[in-house]
């Protein structure tokens, strides 16, 4: 099945700085998402994007599907961007099943 | 606001017990997953439904574990008997055909 691979597995930063986080996977893709778990534990959506570039606010995301990787960036980090950030994908003939990537662990200090 | 629901949030329960959790997909949403999360496999999926047929269960051990979607605003997943090691958040999500919504997740502990 498709690898979903995520760097770096964690990252530690002061409250404002900048961060990207990737996502390499091994195969084409149908559906691409990024996720975040919050301390609580929920799944919150952040960005479906199989292809092309997305922005939410301070998030945004870029998705090479012809090189197969996402990068997520965060700007101007707040104490509440901690937790983890996943990366899930659909492969090709994977019908709807996400593979989710092991994620990569933030941790935002004041 | 739409959103996926999921009971119980909570369940600590004996080995050999039954144990069932439920989902209610977002409405209009054909396809409804159960994802099962643990520190050493991560996220996995054990089952899915399109259309309240299922489709793939290949991920659940097929001895203890069962899904069914007995109409379209309801999913379950049982366990029985149960065993430590089914241990684990349990997520239920849906869709339609491309983004995926996840509930809150059920956090069982069996002792």
């Known amino acids: 099945g498709i690898q979903v691979e995520q760097s770096p597995p964690d990252l530690i930063l002061q409250e404002g700085a900048n961060s990207t986080l990737r996502c390499n996977f091994s195969?084409?893709?149908?559906?691409l998402q990024w996720f975040h778990q919050n301390p609580w534990g929920q799944l919150i959506n952040l960005f479906y994007?199989?292809?092309g570039t997305k922005q939410n606010g301070r998030l945004s995301a870029t998705t090479v599907a012809t090189e197969r990787y996402s990068l997520l960036y965060i700007s101007s980090s707040q104490t509440t961007d901690s937790g983890v950030y996943f990366c899930?994908?659909?492969?090709?003939?994977?019908?709807?099943?996400?593979?989710f990537g092991q994620g990569t662990i933030l941790t935002v200090h004041p | 606001d739409a959103r996926v629901t999921q009971t119980p949030r909570h369940k600590v329960t004996e080995m050999g017990q039954e144990v069932t959790m439920r989902c209610q997909p977002i409405?209009?949403?054909?396809?409804v997953f159960w994802y099962r999360q643990t520190m050493m496999q991560g996220l996995e999926l054990l089952a899915y439904?399109?259309?309240?047929?299922?489709?793939?269960d290949s991920g659940m051990p097929k001895d203890r574990f069962s899904a069914e979607m007995p109409d379209a605003t309801l999913a379950t997943l049982k366990i029985q008997p149960s065993e430590p090691r089914d241990s684990a958040v349990y997520f239920c999500?849906?869709?339609?055909?491309?983004?995926?919504?996840f509930g809150p997740g059920t956090r069982l502990t069996v002792t």
């Open positions: 439904f399109r259309n309240r047929a299922p489709l793939d």
């Open positions: 195969d084409s893709v149908n559906n």
């Open positions: 899930a994908v659909v492969g090709g003939t994977s019908y709807g099943k996400l593979t």
């Open positions: 409405l209009g949403h054909n396809t």
């Open positions: 999500a849906s869709g339609n055909r491309a983004e995926q919504y």
């Open positions: 994007i199989p292809s």
